[in-house]
């Protein structure tokens, strides 16, 4: 007698097959910015025995130069990660469904033997009930990195804003690490997670996508709704669009394949690989479900339509239903019929399975297509017009700019100073990662340099170098932050901006919303907002180390603004504007994000 046992809730199903698109696009877009600081290697006295992610691989992915790019993508679905794991867990906390996912007292140990059971080592599994030990410890573990990854994330994202949540995770580096480390982890739990599912066989994998399991009191080979006509037709009117998926992706990789070879053929459509994946479930299910013995012929007959659907893809739909026929056939012709068997009920339970699995099949794949039209919308979008920014594709550019907006009202504040050190700790070579607007070659006599303010009505305020010497010095010792992810704890001295708008009367200036900064050449230039240019730790420096500025680090003055990736800390001012509209922005030009704040 077959009968349904529902296995997954409706939100569970969701979420799990919302997640798993949305983790692969953070580990790619990661990957994008990971590129720009490869700094995480196993290393013992000083020998490399292991670098994550050598050249080659880097090369093959076309990661290189999309540090923009990954940002812009990272920043923009952290959003669907974090409100989809938050769905989730408040709907098992609501729904009591968190009962059956947190491990027992017992789990630990039941855990090892369900370990030893899917490696057939020990022939009987533990008695479960929804889940099994093992899958409570690994359901609940991959929430608790979920949660992990969003404070980890938000403690490098905002360092000076969420303070605590930074210095909770161990401080900056260690933030990093860890968040590597939760890449690295969700990376192993796919790779478990599919073997899991392999050897536990089809039926468990269907029931994520149904939302519940079929179960036989007398066995039959395999789901024959599967291999129905209707679904073998499903199967061939979305093929086109799934053949666009897997040129899409090699297209995106950067992978050809050259015209005539199987490969190609392979590519131009994924009828050529569907019909295989089943055969090969098939194969899989036999072998999970009836002992070796049994199902010897059946396994012949699913090699030799695995070799039939790789070398003649388009007849396997007859081979498929001629399979199925044969199997069902069998099945019921032959051996003993249970009681009930046949009967009204048995088919009234057989339509309603079908009923079921149609249903979730069709919306899945719908979902499916919706999804991946979403994402070749918004990857292939145009770019925003250039005026102050460009770069960026429009639609990632607005995410990029209402993130903003909405982590500066949340947490912005004077009071989030940045964390300082003692003297000592400063790097006394420090780093010099762009000369843009310094360049080496260029020739530059500082003694003739003067700071120009531009007031309304084209008046310009000149300030020498001097004259800004004579007002209240400031230090500061911090860890200077670069948007590519390394950092340098340095030493700088000058004037604090607040004290320069005070100074020189510039008052009513500093209640417009920008400040814009432009290097003597004009070739580098930032745009800042207010608040954070006037914070008490931003300054107008003239020293590094106890001594006047190398020409390489922005002499005569630059741009100290701890609240800032570097990409905002401009080397030698020449002049400086006040308005009430974004002026324009080097790196925001070039597709980074135009506030760029920590």
């Not at 969701?14 to 700094?39: E, K, R």
């Not at 417009?512 to 580098?524: F, I, S």
Request: aromatic share 16%.
């Amino acid at each position: 007698m077959k009968v349904i046992k529902d296995k997954h809730s409706l939100a569970m199903r969701w979420t799990h097959w919302v997640n798993f698109p949305v983790l692969t696009i953070m580990i790619w877009s990661g990957m994008l910015i990971y590129w720009a600081n490869d700094i995480y290697s196993i290393t013992i006295f000083g020998h490399t025995f292991v670098r994550f992610f050598p050249d080659w691989f880097y090369r093959t992915l076309g990661i290189p130069q999309r540090l923009a790019e990954g940002m812009a993508f990272h920043f923009l679905f952290m959003w669907f990660f974090t409100l989809n794991g938050l769905f989730y867990v408040l709907y098992t906390i609501i729904s009591g469904e968190w009962r059956e996912l947190i491990p027992q007292k017992k789990s630990f140990k039941e855990a090892w033997l369900v370990l030893l059971h899917d490696l057939h080592i020990r022939k009987t599994a533990p008695p479960q009930k929804k889940y099994n030990a093992a899958q409570r410890i690994a359901y609940t573990a991959i929430i608790i990195m979920g949660f992990g990854s969003v404070i980890t994330g938000l403690a490098i994202y905002k360092p000076v804003q969420f303070y605590y949540l930074t210095w909770l995770c161990g401080g900056y580096h260690f933030a990093r690490i860890l968040h590597f480390a939760l890449t690295l982890g969700y990376v192993f739990f796919f790779l478990v997670h599919v073997f899991q599912v392999t050897i536990t066989g089809w039926r468990n994998f269907w029931s994520v996508i149904s939302g519940f399991e079929a179960e036989n009191e007398l066995y039959k080979p395999f789901l024959s709704f599967l291999f129905s006509l209707k679904v073998w037709l499903s199967t061939v009117i979305l093929t086109p669009a799934f053949g666009l998926l897997i040129k899409w992706i090699s297209h995106f990789f950067g992978i050809t394949f050259k015209s005539g070879t199987y490969y190609s053929m392979l590519m131009s459509g994924l009828i050529d690989f569907i019909p295989a994946v089943i055969a090969l479930w098939l194969f899989a299910t036999l072998i999970n479900h009836r002992p070796l013995h049994e199902v010897k012929k059946k396994i012949y007959l699913s090699i030799v339509v695995v070799i039939a659907a790789l070398l003649t893809a388009p007849a396997y739909g007859i081979i498929a239903i001629a399979c199925t026929w044969f199997y069902q056939l069998k099945s019921d012709s032959g051996g003993k019929v249970a009681d009930g068997e046949g009967s009204k009920a048995e088919s009234l339970v057989e339509k309603k399975i079908n009923r079921r699995n149609f249903v979730s099949i069709s919306a899945y794949s719908a979902l499916a297509v919706g999804a991946f039209e979403g994402w070749r919308w918004l990857y292939k979008s145009p770019d925003e017009t250039a005026t102050i920014t460009a770069g960026a594709h429009a639609p990632l550019r607005k995410a990029l700019n209402k993130t903003e907006i909405f982590f500066r009202r949340l947490t912005f504040s004077e009071n989030h100073l940045v964390k300082t050190y003692p003297k000592e700790m400063a790097a006394k070579h420090v780093r010099v990662n762009s000369d843009i607007g310094v360049e080496a070659g260029k020739k530059f006599d500082p003694s003739t340099w003067n700071l120009q303010v531009i007031k309304n009505g084209g008046e310009v305020l000149k300030v020498s170098l001097q004259e800004l010497m004579a007002l209240p010095k400031t230090e500061i010792i911090y860890d200077f932050k670069c948007v590519e992810g390394w950092d340098q704890i340095s030493h700088w001295a000058g004037v604090k901006f607040s004290d320069f708008i005070k100074h020189y009367g510039l008052d009513d200036y500093a209640k417009m919303q920008y400040v814009g900064m432009e290097t003597p050449d004009k070739n580098y230039y930032v745009g800042l907002d207010m608040p954070s240019a006037i914070h008490p730790q931003t300054l107008l420096a003239y020293e590094m180390n106890d001594k006047l500025l190398p020409l390489q680090n922005g002499a005569p003055l630059r741009l100290i603004i701890p609240v800032k990736y570097g990409i905002k800390n401009l080397k030698r001012i020449g002049t400086i504007s006040f308005s009430n509209t974004r002026p324009h922005d080097y790196w925001a030009e070039q597709g980074y994000d135009y506030y760029s704040g920590l």
